[in-house]
């Protein structure tokens, strides 16, 4: 079945430190990837998303994600945690015309 | 630009009571999606449709959900009768057309709750 892993219900980074949150697909072509950010009673927004064109996709709020086929991986990062970066993240890839969402990452962001 | 809008924010009701969810996507996007987001889950497509027709119904449960999108608009979203698992958050998102790298704009939803 296609699916969207991700790795880690909770991450927790210092302020400043790196954010890394993982994101695993199953897909044998090249997909349509997504990230969306999701602040406490609010809807989802788009971070970035990767349409086959450059490898490494340059978001907004200063994340950026690298698609790696070899590894089916998307991870998201960005190099210097805010306290305002705290939210859920959820990795997303089409299938079939579909947006399939991953569990989501919860980011909390230590003073 | 206006974002998505939904109504209401939240809604409490008992189980076997009917509720009803309304959605008005941005002015101009063709294709309107409603999505499940249970608690710890990521959100679940339940319908989309293309202007007033429905492009993809197939993880809508139809003996008891229904929508409907009359004037290629806004859009209802309708539970009758809700069940204690039907708790979640009710995403409505649109998107100007239905292609894969189109980007889906979502509204803040509503948060129900089954007693």
């Known amino acids: 079945a296609q699916s969207v892993t991700q790795l880690g219900s909770h991450v927790s980074v210092s302020e400043g430190a790196l954010v890394l949150l993982r994101c695993n697909y199953s897909?044998?072509?090249?997909?349509?990837l997504f990230w969306y950010v999701q602040y406490p009673n609010q809807g989802l927004q788009l971070l970035l998303k990767?349409?086959?064109?450059?490898?490494l996709v340059k978001g907004i709020n200063g994340f950026e994600a690298e698609f790696k086929k070899s590894e089916t991986s998307f991870h998201l990062t960005k190099p210097s945690a805010h306290m305002s970066d705290a939210a859920e993240y959820f990795c997303a890839v089409i299938y079939g015309n579909k947006l399939v969402f991953g569990a989501g990452t919860i980011l909390r962001v230590k003073s | 630009e206006a974002g998505v809008a939904q109504s209401p924010r939240y809604k409490i009701i008992e189980k076997r009571q009917s509720v009803a969810f309304w959605c008005n996507p941005i002015s101009g996007h063709a294709t309107l999606y409603w999505y499940q987001q249970i608690l710890g889950q990521g959100p679940k497509l339940l319908i989309q449709?293309?202007?007033?027709?429905?492009?993809?119904d197939s993880q809508l449960p139809k003996d008891r959900f229904s929508a409907e999108r009359l004037k290629g608009v806004d859009s209802t979203l309708k539970i009758q009768p809700a069940k204690l698992e039907d708790s979640a958050v009710y995403l409505c998102a649109s998107s100007i057309n239905s292609g894969p790298q189109e980007t889906q704009y979502f509204g803040p939803g509503t948060r129900l709750l089954v007693l």
């Open positions: 990767y349409t086959s064109a450059a490898t």
């Open positions: 897909s044998s072509v090249p997909p349509y």
């Open positions: 449709f293309q202007n007033n027709g429905v492009v993809d």
